[in-house]
């Protein structure tokens, strides 16, 4: 289900990866803005929680590969420079799993902080219609 000039945006992008059951949320704010209601909200979040475990997972894997690519293969020049190239692509990869776990992290606290502004001014909101 697409919802919204975001949800458009992205089927335009990726086409029909959106349709195998995965959901946009949110859009639909005027002047720019982009609105969610909390059960969207709490979906999203549980989905970037989700991301960010597999991120989590695939940097345990990668620190493995450090063990298994420290030594070279043979004492010879080719095999030191295997190691050492391997060795370098394996840090890049290490580096790149690390800054997308930082942002996955930040984004979440984000998320969440968001939910509960909107928690507390929908209860702030709904006590003018308790008088």
Do not use: C
């Amino acid at each position: 289900m697409i919802i919204g000039e975001a949800g458009q945006a992205a089927q335009a992008l990726w086409g029909d990866v959106l349709s195998t059951g995965s959901r946009v949320y949110g859009g639909g704010g005027k002047g720019g803005q982009f609105t969610m209601d909390p059960q969207e909200l709490s979906a999203v979040i549980g989905q970037w929680e989700d991301l960010l475990d597999k991120i989590v997972e695939d940097g345990q894997k990668i620190h493995s590969l450090v063990a298994v690519f420290d030594v070279a293969p043979g004492k010879d020049p080719a095999s030191g420079s295997f190691a050492s190239t391997t060795g370098d692509s394996i840090a890049s990869l290490l580096k790149q799993n690390d800054s997308m776990r930082k942002y996955a992290q930040e984004y979440i606290k984000k998320l969440k902080e968001a939910q509960s502004k909107t928690v507390v001014t929908d209860q702030d909101l709904s006590g003018t219609f308790k008088a």
